[in-house]
Structure formats: C-alpha cells, structure tokens
C-alpha cells in the first residue's frame, strides 16, 4: 500500500474526518489517490460480464469514496483557505470535474445502466430504483447519449465552466479581505453596537493600529449600515460593498469578475444547447419541480403583483420618517437600513442589538436542541472537536429516540481570514452500508456571526438565530434519511427547488412564543425575554416585510431572466463586457424593486449563488420553498407548535424520504393535499 493509499484508508476509516493532523498536501495527494482508484473501480465496473444490482452499488461506492476524498480539500478551500490550500484545491479541481464528466457521460457505462433498467432487477426496491433512473436522467444531461465528438465539448464545456466558477468565489473572497476602513475618530463609529466596536478594535490591534478596524465580513457590514449614525460611514461600506470584484471596487480592482460573467453565461447556453435545450434555464429546471422557466416567471409576477404594492407603501413611510427624522430629503441605498431599524425601533419599540444579550450562543443552541427534541424526537449533544480546524468549530452528535446515533454536525459558526462569507449546510459524509458496516452521515454547519470578545459567549442577533435555524434544517435532512443508497439519500436527489423546504420550515419556531423563551437567556441574570418582548419581536416579522420580499423576487426574476433570455436579452450592447448582466438585472429592478439602486451599484459581480453555486437558473427555490414551508408550518399552527404526530409526519414522509420519490409526491403525502401559497402571504403580512 502506498502512502498516498494509507493516508486516504486512514481519514476514511474514520468516524469523523481529521482536519487536525492532515495538510494540504496530504489531501492533495489522497485527492489523487482517490480519483486513480476512481478510476480503476470504473474499468472493473465496466468490465462486468452479467450486471446485475451490485453494479449499481459498486458505482455508489465508487462515487462515495471519491465525495469522501474530495469534501475535507473542498471545505477547507471555504473556511480556511490558505495559498497551500488553494494550491490544492485548483491542482485537484480540474481532474476531479474531468471525472465527474466521465461518469456522466462514459457511452459504456450508460449502456450498462439501460440493460439494468431494461432488466427491472431494482422494480424491487425503491431506493436502488429511483438511484438508477436519476443516474441515467443526469446521464442525459450530462450527454452521455451524444456521439465521441459532442460528448468532448460538453466535457471541455463542463471543466472551463467548473474552473471560471472556482475563480468567480476567489476573487469575491479576495477582494473582500483586501479591504479595510482604518477609524480613529470614535464620533464615526457612534451608534455601532459594542459587539462590532470590540471586533473592530480587535483587528487594529492585531496590526498594530491605533483605533479600529472595520472590515467587509457580513456581520461587520450590516452592523455598519444598520446602526451606524455617521452617513459617510454607511456610504464607504456600502460602496465597497456592492462594487465587490468589480473594476470599480476601490481597493482591488485586480479581481473583476465582469468577464467571467459574460464567459461562464456564454459556456452555460453552450452547453444546454449541446444537450438538447433552448435555454440553461430550461435546463436547469430539468432536475426541479418547476416545469418550464414561464411557469417560474409566472410564479414570481404573480407574488411581486402582491407584494409590490405593499413595498412602495413602506417605502413612502420610510422616506416619510426620514424627513421628519433628520430632514432627510434624498434617501438613498446606503440610508435604507438605518431608518428601517430606527423606523421599527420607533414603531414597535423594538431595538434589535439590544436583545443580542438575550441570545447568547450557549443558549441558543440549548432551545434549538429542545427544539428538534420536542419536533422531531432527536436528541443533540455536544462533543470535543479534536479533529477540527478550526478551535471555534462545535461538534454535534444526534441520536434518535431510541438512543441510535444518526449522525454529527461539524458547527463553524464564526466570521474571520480566510472564511468564505455567508452561511451554508455542506455534505462531510453521506449515510450508507456499502462496505457491509453503516457509515453515519456528517454535516459542515458554516456561520459568520460576529466572534464573541475573548472569555465571553457569542451574543446573536434574532435574524443570526433565524440563520443558524435555517442551516441547520438543511443538516437534519441530511442527517435523518432512513435511506442507505447515497445518491438519493438525505438532500441527495431532492429537487432543488424543494431542498429548502426543511431549512424554512424551521425558521418558523424562532417566532413562536413557547420556542423563544426556551432560546434565550440573558447573560447577565439569565431571564427569559418577556410577553411584551415577544410580541414586539413577532410583530417586526412583518415589519418592511414587502420589501424584503420584493428584494427576493427581483434576486430570482434577475437570475431566471438572465440564463432564459441568452444571448439576445434586452437591447444589451453585445460588445460591452457586462452590459447584458447590467441590462437584465435593470429590467428585472424594473419589474419588481422598489429601492433606487445607484449607478456604480455592481450586486451581480458577487451574487456567488448563481455565478459560483448551485443557484443558477435557480434561485426563485428560496421562494419556492417557501410557498411548501408556510403551508407546511400550517398545520403546527393547527395541530400544536409541538405536536409530535405532525412532527413524525414530516420526518418520516419527507425528511427521511430522499429523493427516492419526487418532491411533490413526498410534500402531498404529509400535507394531504398539493401546496397553497395562502399561508406564505399571511406570514409575511401580505
């Protein structure tokens, strides 16, 4: 055995991936390891006299060891990236996309896979069915029917693509982290709350500077813009903000994205046209509830008809209170937030950073357990994370009712260097028997809120509890599945455009009474937040609530738009790099913003989602989902907050499903009936 092969037989036997003890270089070389034995097992594979369901199962394992090899390189890429990290990561990004390309497209194993089917050896069994019918649907879309020549330029198509996305995230990450606002006069920084100051000062210290530093991680920002008295102050992090790898980004414009929108658009309806389809949109949809991309813009204008009305009255009010605040007369982007929070403050006596004390980590993370106690029957303790790589990351065990272990979250929930900004749930580990003993699933859980002050606990805002709510429904589907076969196991085979159902149904207890005072705790006397508290608290639910909504819509109009209408769109000068980016997103803003945008205003140049993740010609799934979630957090309204038949019902008809069913067949068995979009628009106050 090689040392390569070891070290890859050591992180695999595992019962958690080691981050510890493993360089970037040893994953590299176990990434390598990984994809030649990927490579063996599929000429073995192929090679199979008589096929039969083992087949299957050994293209299951085949791709699980690769995943398995590639998620601890992958991750790390995100939350601590480094240049040896990066440097392995883009050494191994190419090879591994070229054989994913493979196995989506290899004309032997595609025939293989048909006689399978043909032969109805997995009619029996409805997992290992619904594996192979997606492995030759995503066959298809992958061209793996086109003849040699056609086949090469989708996969040449498929690795260019893979490395500009790659490059697209760099470069916002990049740019991010090479920006800084130097404070010395404490009168810019008044209104900020102590949290951000201690976090700022922090960061002047470590570089030796004299006052603060302010930075362009998210909590810092929206601190900023939120709460931040000194308008220029706002305006400086705003303008950073949304010019963010552009050319008119003021400290490093080295890292414009604008380019490599106009190639990765170009090379996406290169490639839904070489498999048979007008669009990329109509591609995308493909894999997703949805239909067809009219069906989807259907959707959105008839929500926006709703709610967009609803927004330029809020917005009148804004600009209204605006004025008879401070004489304000020309409300712009970077006022927005600050009179909204003001605006709430003074409306519903509701001072959002002052319930930070209420919230802090420890606490929250006990009424969460409480929470997927009481719901869904799972116990959540806590346990050392030796192997992390980080000291901040928290791991998760999760037991069943029963006392069976179901699986680990790995919890990262702080911004800082080398931290891909946001929040996501990422697959560590996926649930199977394959090798004749049980692996259990992991989850990576990433956060960025704000660093506690050292010997302190995290203080979180409500919206930073909703965040970690949100991401930790995408890590109970992933961790409850009852299914055994990868590929359609946990968030696996689940169309994208219902994957977000469980992480927004579960943001619904984070305004409900009985579950806010189980989550919080003051710091200092360890009340609970009071009756009073918590209406007001539910009250701001709905509070500006058109415009958030309306922001969503015009986020998934501008995406559906911008891959449907390619390459003629609207009236864009095709020679100006970005102009059709900038005519598509105006016209989307048109249709559906109510907030004046600024001309320097370059939001698409970071909108990662849809140009480096799995969000293209996909991002209306947010409202989507949210159409099941309402409906679906309906009937706890109905039955009990934690009604545990209704709590069983969804884990058991949907959460432990998969994608062994479709989503709609899944939804309709624990709803009784198809989703109505009535719940949505009454939460949201519409």
């Not at 509701?350 to 209420?358: E, G, K, M």
């Amino acid at each position: 055995m090689t040392l390569r092969t070891a070290t890859l037989r050591a992180m695999s036997a595992l019962p958690l991936p080691n981050f510890a003890d493993i360089s970037a270089p040893d994953l590299q070389a176990a990434m390598e390891t990984a994809l030649d034995e990927a490579q063996n097992a599929l000429t073995r594979l192929l090679a199979t006299p008589a096929p039969d369901a083992s087949a299957l199962l050994n293209l299951e394992q085949l791709v699980v060891d690769l995943e398995q090899a590639w998620s601890p390189l992958r991750h790390l890429h995100s939350v601590a990236d480094s240049p040896a990290v990066r440097g392995a990561y883009e050494a191994c990004l190419p090879k591994i996309t070229a054989l994913y390309t493979e196995l989506g497209q290899n004309p032997e194993l595609f025939t293989l896979l048909e006689q399978l089917q043909a032969s109805a050896i997995t009619a029996a069994d409805p997992a290992l069915n619904a594996a192979l019918e997606q492995r030759l649907r995503d066959m298809r879309l992958t061209g793996a029917a086109l003849d040699a020549n056609a086949r090469a330029e989708v996969a040449a198509l498929k690795t260019r693509l893979a490395k500009l996305q790659s490059q697209f995230s760099t470069n916002v990450l990049d740019a991010s982290q090479r920006w800084h606002a130097h404070i010395t006069d404490p009168q810019q920084l008044h209104g900020l709350p102590q949290s951000t100051l201690a976090t700022a000062a922090a960061a002047a210290t470590a570089e030796s500077l004299e006052g603060w530093k302010l930075s362009l991680d998210a909590p810092v920002y929206l601190a900023v813009v939120q709460h931040a008295h000194s308008r220029s102050l706002r305006e400086r992090l705003y303008t950073a903000w949304v010019t963010r790898a552009s050319a008119l980004f003021e400290t490093a414009p080295g890292f414009d994205n604008t380019a490599l929108m106009d190639e990765i658009l170009e090379l996406r309806h290169s490639l839904a046209q070489k498999l048979g389809f007008q669009t990329f949109a109509h591609y995308s949809l493909a894999t997703k509830m949805a239909s067809t991309p009219e069906q989807v813009i259907e959707f959105l204008q008839d929500l926006a008809a709703r709610a967009k009305p609803v927004a330029e009255r809020e917005l009148a009010t804004l600009r209204e209170f605006a004025l008879e605040r401070d004489g304000l007369t020309d409300i712009e982007a970077w006022d927005i937030a600050f009179y909204a929070e003001r605006l709430r403050e003074s409306t519903l006596g509701l001072d959002q950073q002052a319930l930070r004390p209420f919230f802090p980590m420890a606490q929250v993370l006990k009424g969460l357990f409480d929470v997927l106690q009481r719901l869904l029957g799972i116990t959540v303790t806590e346990q050392p994370a030796a192997s992390a790589w980080h000291p901040d990351v928290r791991q998760l065990a999760l037991h069943d009712a029963h006392g069976k272990a179901r699986g680990f979250i790995l919890l990262d929930p702080y911004a800082r260097a080398g931290k891909r900004g946001g929040a996501w749930m990422d697959k560590c580990r996926a649930r199977h028997q394959l090798a004749g003993k049980p692996q259990l699933p992991v989850a990576y859980l990433t956060c960025n809120f704000a660093p506690p002050a050292k010997g302190t606990d995290a203080q979180l805002t409500h919206d930073e509890v909703i965040t970690l709510f949100h991401e930790t429904g995408h890590g109970i589907h992933h961790l409850l599945t009852d299914i055994d076969i990868p590929s359609v196991g946990g968030i696996n085979g689940v169309a994208w455009d219902a994957v977000e159902l469980p992480s927004q149904l579960l943001e619904n207890w984070c305004w409900a009474p009985a579950a806010v005072r189980e989550l919080t705790a003051h710091v200092d006397t360890g009340a609970t937040l009071d009756d009073a508290t918590i209406g007001q608290l539910r009250d701001s639910r709905t509070f500006l609530a058109g415009m958030a909504f309306v922001r969503q819509l015009e986020f998934a109009l501008f995406d559906m738009q911008l891959h449907l209408h390619y390459p003629c769109g609207f009236s864009a000068d095709a020679t100006s790099p970005g102009a059709y980016v900038k005519a598509t997103l105006a016209d989307a803003r048109a249709a559906v913003a109510v907030v004046p945008t600024p001309s320097f205003n370059r939001f698409a140049n970071a909108f990662t989602h849809v140009f480096a993740g799995g969000y293209a010609a996909g991002y209306y799934s947010y409202k989507w989902a949210e159409v099941l979630a309402s409906d679906a957090f309906a009937v706890f309204e109905e039955a009990g907050l934690f009604d545990a038949k209704a709590g069983t019902s969804f884990r058991d008809n949907f959460l432990a499903r998969g994608g062994t069913e479709p989503a709609d067949i899944l939804y309709a068995r624990f709803r009784g009936r198809a989703p109505d979009s009535a719940a949505l628009l009454r939460h949201n106050g519409l």
